[in-house]
């Protein structure tokens, strides 16, 4: 199964060198097509997706529903203006707000961009609402983007002194620590913004008393609640939206990764009652732009059609329930997630090496850091995905130099 040597393939991976910023530790292949569950390199090497685009993949790849969607609207009107309405915009969300239980939207590109809207927004409602106060309390090992606002907000303990100075007044707290959230709240504290699920962080929950006792916090103070559901929204943790696991609702949520299967969209919904920007505090040259809103508004409708949210949840339990019999025979430990945002840790140092060997073997999974794998598939993830994937993880161990 190792990759041949292809005189194109070299000749692209030099000028990946030659040309392309180092920002990330790449494997020596070049990606070509994809289509449902796989992906296919230079070399027509075939790789059963695990790692879903990073949570994005939601309808698989390349989904035709996308590409019709797209073709129809690039035909149509690819971009209008920020300065003016289109139609899909308006079209879209009337749909996603009326899906999510919130009342507005602002679209962005990206989940650092929605987040950063979040971010502005708690601010606004601090001036307006809170006498000046600008805190924001998140979580240790949250992830909230690569902006320098959301790298401020995100709890990695190796970014605190990345990039100094930060942006100021962001509190970091421990997950699950009801007592720590109320040391942390002043008259200075603005919002509480928190992954329900922790994705980069590791695939960890919060609990349910935990996150009740948060929205009564907030209720109590005027704080703004904002749950970050970039990647557990849409459907990726076995309901639409993650906040139903829970039936706590925040006062602003923003969604990224699923919401365009692979198109750059992401959003960011609140409450009518923070409907506070005045002209000029917030705007994008691509928001809401007909060609991403089409995008989303298709990307949507098919998930709501196939009815992924059910497959995530039917295949999360299978995959969890066979990881708990293959930790049997591997030292596969603490197997946990919701739906199809799923991890389980591994003797320290074990994961890269397994995520290689399975890359070798065609089967793409995600190590997360040096003891940490995520499987992130596609939604529309079968039952026999899974089971060739599984079949893949136990060749791999049997593999793994240190098991
Ligand atoms: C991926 C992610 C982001 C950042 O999204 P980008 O599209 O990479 O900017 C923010 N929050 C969470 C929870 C994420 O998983």
Redesign the pocket.
Known sequence: MIQTENAMTSALLETAEKSVLFTANRPNIVMERGKGMYLWDTDDNRYLDFVGGWAVASLGHSPEALQEALSRQAATLVHASPGYYNRPMLEFAELLTSLSGMDKVFFGS????A?ESAIKLARKHGAVNLNGAFEIITLANS????SLATMSATGKPHWKELFSPKVDGFKHVPINDLDAIFAAVTNQTCAIMI?LVQ??GGVHSVDEAYLYGIRKICDMYGIMLIF?E??TGLGRTGKLFAYEHYGIKPDVMTL??GIGAGFPL?AMLAKSKYDLFEPGDQGGTYTGAPLAMAAGYAVLTELLERNVTDNAKTQGNYIMSKLEQLSGEFPITNIRGKGLLLAFDTPAGAAAELAAICLREGLLINALNPSTVRLVPPLIVSQQDSDAMLGILRKAWGQLSSS
């Open positions: 990206s989940g650092a961009e987040n992830f909230h983007g690569r992954e994705g980069e970050d970039v990647q990224g990764k992401s």
